[in-house]
């Protein structure tokens, strides 16, 4: 069945034959055209049998393809896919390849088009931008291959069932390690905070990295060693620093395709990362209607992937989030002054005041910064020119709820804690500058 299965004809195909009809139509009023039309009907029938031999009966295993990415893909990020294809044939094709890329994305349109000489091997190319965490699966590898005759499609299928887990950014928390680390911060929005200086308190000698101050090179041990080495100074104590994230129903609003709440995720993660290579403690914190998940801060780099796995796993509901319930928690159980950043979002000021007695509850023993955000598409609206009565309201109102959020951070700071309003697209980058902001001012 396989040889009947995987036959397809195509247009020309269709068309050798219609030209066929009509010449035995024009035949009836025409006698002498009909010997020519059985002429051209039979080279028509021979030249698909032999296209039909050539593409199912030439070798065991013509064709292969096979899909080729990451064990997993990060969520919010371009992810690079690879289909590797090769010819076995002894003759050219032209290949149509549809790869069925999970539903998630809602593309039915992913299809190619190459053609391979025989034995060549080919590598395509094309990206998926997932803006959800979950696992994924991938449908067949398509091939459909046409020899030079052009009549006749065989269609093979490689590679089914495939699946994939999409995991919070990773790939965004790579990309501020290594900024962090060539000192290129200032080039992505990151501020430049001059220290005040640091501590002289000796910890070890060790091998020169780029960055590392000149003024530490420990010249005697360079001599020895016959390579440059620094100085080490012990420059603070560790300090524990939480990610509190808010899963209640104010986080699943979305932006550009992606929750506020995997906004946050990915921005957790990278900061997470961020504080252990700044040698401090990262733990982590969800909850919504009650206390969902709970990691004591620790600066050991498995804490890393403790977090990962957790914050895969995490989702939104439509429930009203326990702010009480948390402070409750955090105030039996983290007894050591820790910076907390929370992620929520506060669309009124009638809304932060009903959680604002939890808040200075917290920032008594602790330093608080507040991040949510806002809300882009008002800030467009902002900037139209309104041209009827109905925009003249809908800016009105926009100009409303813009007032309510800089009150909102007026407010928070009044009363003595930190607050952070950032588009959701640059989350990450000013969550991260005011974790270093924070440790170059000592306020932690």
Same mark, same amino acid.
């Given at each position: 069945?396989?040889?009947?299965?995987?036959?397809?004809?195509?247009?020309?195909?269709?068309?050798?034959?219609?030209?066929?009809?009509?010449?035995?139509?024009?035949?009836?009023?025409?006698?002498?055209?009909?010997?020519?039309?059985?002429?051209?009907?039979?080279?028509?029938?021979?030249?698909?049998?032999?296209?039909?031999?050539?593409?199912?009966?030439?070798?065991?295993?013509?064709?292969?393809?096979?899909?080729?990415?990451?064990?997993?893909?990060?969520?919010?990020?371009?992810?690079?896919?690879?289909?590797?294809?090769?010819?076995?044939?002894?003759?050219?094709?032209?290949?149509?390849?549809?790869?069925?890329?999970?539903?998630?994305?809602?593309?039915?349109?992913?299809?190619?088009?190459?053609?391979?000489?025989?034995?060549?091997?080919?590598?395509?190319? *094309?990206?998926?931008?997932?803006?959800?965490?979950?696992?994924?699966?991938?449908?067949?590898? =398509?091939?459909?291959?046409?020899?030079?005759?052009?009549?006749?499609?065989?269609?093979?299928?490689?590679? $089914?069932?495939?699946?994939?887990?999409?995991?919070?950014?990773?790939?965004?928390?790579?990309?501020?390690?290594?900024?962090?680390?060539?000192?290129?911060?200032?080039?992505?929005?990151?501020?430049?905070?001059?220290?005040?200086?640091?501590?002289?308190?000796?910890?070890?000698?060790?091998? *020169?990295?780029?960055?590392?101050?000149?003024?530490?090179? =420990?010249?005697?041990?360079?001599?020895?060693?016959? $390579?440059?080495?620094?100085?080490?100074?012990?420059?603070?104590?560790?300090?524990?620093?939480?990610?509190?994230?808010?899963?209640?129903?104010?986080?699943?609003?979305?932006?550009?395709?992606?929750?506020?709440?995997?906004?946050?995720?990915?921005?957790?993660?990278?900061?997470?990362?961020?504080?252990?290579?700044?040698?401090?403690?990262?733990?982590?914190?969800?909850?919504?209607?009650?206390?969902?998940?709970?990691?004591?801060?620790?600066?050991?780099?498995?804490?890393?992937?403790?977090?990962?796995?957790?914050?895969?796993?995490?989702?939104?509901?439509?429930?009203?989030?326990?702010?009480?319930?948390?402070?409750?928690?955090?105030?039996?159980?983290?007894?050591?002054?820790?910076?907390?950043?929370?992620?929520?979002?506060?669309?009124?000021?009638?809304?932060?005041?009903?959680?604002?007695?939890?808040?200075?509850?917290?920032?008594?023993?602790?330093?608080?910064?507040?991040?949510?955000?806002?809300?882009?598409?008002?800030? $467009?609206?902002?900037?139209?020119?309104?041209?009827?009565?109905?925009?003249? *309201?809908?800016?009105?109102?926009?100009?409303?709820?813009?007032?309510?959020?800089?009150?909102?951070?007026?407010?928070?700071?009044?009363?003595?804690?930190?607050?952070?309003?950032?588009?959701?697209?640059?989350?990450?980058?000013?969550?991260?500058?005011? *974790?270093?902001?924070?440790?170059?001012?000592?306020?932690?």
């Amino acid at each position: 069945m396989q040889y009947i299965r995987n036959l397809y004809l195509t247009k020309r195909f269709f068309a050798l034959i219609i030209a066929s009809c009509v010449m035995f139509v024009i035949a009836f009023l025409v006698p002498s055209l009909f010997a020519v039309a059985k002429v051209l009907l039979g080279v028509i029938l021979l030249l698909f049998l032999v296209d039909y031999s050539m593409l199912f009966f030439s070798r065991r295993k013509p064709f292969f393809a096979r899909r080729e990415m990451t064990e997993r893909l990060s969520n919010g990020d371009d992810n690079d896919i690879y289909l590797f294809l090769k010819n076995n044939y002894f003759f050219p094709v032209h290949t149509e390849i549809i790869d069925e890329i999970p539903f998630q994305f809602q593309k039915r349109d992913v299809l190619f088009k190459a053609s391979l000489r025989p034995d060549e091997e080919k590598k395509l190319t *094309y990206v998926l931008h997932p803006v959800k965490r979950g696992v994924y699966e991938f449908g067949s590898i =398509n091939v459909y291959c046409i020899s030079v005759i052009g009549l006749v499609k065989r269609r093979f299928k490689f590679e $089914q069932g495939f699946k994939v887990a999409v995991y919070p950014s990773f790939l965004q928390m790579r990309k501020y390690e290594l900024i962090a680390i060539s000192h290129r911060l200032h080039e992505h929005g990151l501020k430049r905070i001059r220290k005040p200086g640091h501590s002289t308190e000796f910890e070890t000698i060790r091998s *020169y990295t780029t960055g590392d101050d000149p003024r530490a090179i =420990n010249w005697k041990a360079t001599a020895r060693k016959s $390579q440059l080495m620094v100085n080490n100074y012990q420059n603070e104590i560790s300090q524990s620093v939480y990610s509190i994230i808010d899963k209640g129903r104010v986080m699943k609003m979305p932006f550009e395709g992606m929750s506020l709440l995997d906004y946050s995720i990915n921005a957790s993660l990278a900061l997470t990362n961020a504080i252990i290579r700044k040698n401090d403690k990262a733990g982590l914190i969800t909850f919504s209607n009650k206390l969902s998940t709970w990691l004591p801060a620790s600066k050991k780099i498995s804490n890393l992937d403790n977090i990962i796995r957790i914050l895969y796993k995490e989702k939104t509901n439509f429930l009203e989030s326990d702010f009480e319930s948390l402070f409750l928690h955090i105030r039996k159980r983290i007894n050591q002054r820790s910076l907390l950043i929370l992620f929520s979002n506060f669309e009124s000021v009638v809304g932060m005041r009903k959680q604002l007695p939890f808040l200075k509850g917290l920032s008594v023993n602790h330093l608080v910064l507040v991040v949510f955000f806002e809300n882009t598409e008002l800030s $467009q609206l902002l900037n139209e020119r309104p041209d009827n009565l109905e925009d003249i *309201y809908n800016k009105t109102i926009a100009e409303k709820f813009s007032y309510d959020k800089r009150l909102i951070v007026k407010e928070l700071n009044a009363n003595g804690i930190y607050s952070l309003l950032t588009p959701p697209n640059k989350l990450t980058m000013n969550v991260i500058n005011k *974790y270093l902001e924070f440790k170059t001012r000592g306020l932690i």
